[in-house]
């Protein structure tokens, strides 16, 4: 697997759950998607908000992504019968690179868990990861760092 040398640019999500909706956004307000998730009884139209500037590639991958671990998280909290907190989130950053004068990407799953015991929401995070088909995907193709906050 190469390594990024030079990142060109970096598309970031925020994805969280609330009223049975997932909900993907970034920092600069050019990307606001309302996703379902399979199970969720919320809508099963996926539905794309976008303003100018349009929405990068790899804000829609990590927006994609990020509906999907949060997925997953859900997943595996409840199947360790642990309540997550309601403000529980998901933001993952997906970069555009240069190695040499090849494109790779490459990216960071950061799960914020306020309130939760850290080692507690490490394994959560690993867990999910291990389920997540987003994550699958990615594993052994590109750089990939997991990271949790609890504070």
């Not at 994609?64 to 933001?91: N, Q, R």
């Amino acid at each position: 697997m190469s390594k990024i040398q030079k990142v060109l640019l970096t598309g970031k999500t925020r994805t969280t759950s609330a009223d049975g909706r997932v909900i993907a956004g970034d920092h600069e307000g050019n990307l606001n998607i309302n996703l379902s998730v399979p199970g969720n009884s919320a809508a099963t139209v996926y539905a794309l908000e976008a303003v100018a500037p349009h929405p990068t590639a790899e804000q829609l991958f990590a927006g994609a992504w990020s509906a999907c671990y949060i997925a997953a998280v859900g997943i595996t909290a409840k199947e360790m019968k642990v309540t997550l907190p309601a403000d529980t989130a998901v933001d993952i950053e997906v970069d555009l690179g240069l190695g040499g004068a090849d494109y790779f990407i490459q990216g960071r799953i950061n799960l914020v868990v306020p309130g939760l015991d850290h080692a507690l929401a490490t394994e959560i995070a690993h867990a999910a990861d291990a389920i997540c088909p987003y994550s699958k995907a990615t594993r052994g193709n590109i750089d990939v760092t997991l990271n949790v906050t609890t504070a």
